[in-house]
């Protein structure tokens, strides 16, 4: 595990922290850890199923919906328009 030193921070920041961490009963280097956790690390890897799932959820589609999409594929593609 990797050790980071921060030097300059202005005291009206450390005493935030400090009155941070008591809030949540950890140690000043605690809060911190849990500051740049919650700041750099996404909370989970977003996953396609899951957002397609959410997706049709938010859109209330149904499973009549859903078929006529798997369905409309059947259909022969457009014809281009001719230019004269």
Do not use: Q, Y
């Not at 920041?13 to 740049?36: P, Q, Y």
């Not at 078929?67 to 022969?76: K, S, V, Y």
């Amino acid at each position: 595990m990797a050790v980071l030193t921060v030097r300059g921070v202005p005291d009206e920041v450390h005493r935030a922290l400090r009155a941070r961490a008591a809030e949540h009963g950890r140690s000043a280097e605690a809060e911190v850890r849990a500051i740049l956790a919650a700041a750099l690390v996404p909370p989970r890897r977003l996953l396609l199923g899951d957002a397609l799932l959410e997706l049709g959820r938010d859109l209330d589609l149904s499973d009549a919906d859903v078929d006529a999409l798997e369905h409309g594929g059947d259909r022969p593609p457009a014809e281009p328009l001719a230019m004269p």
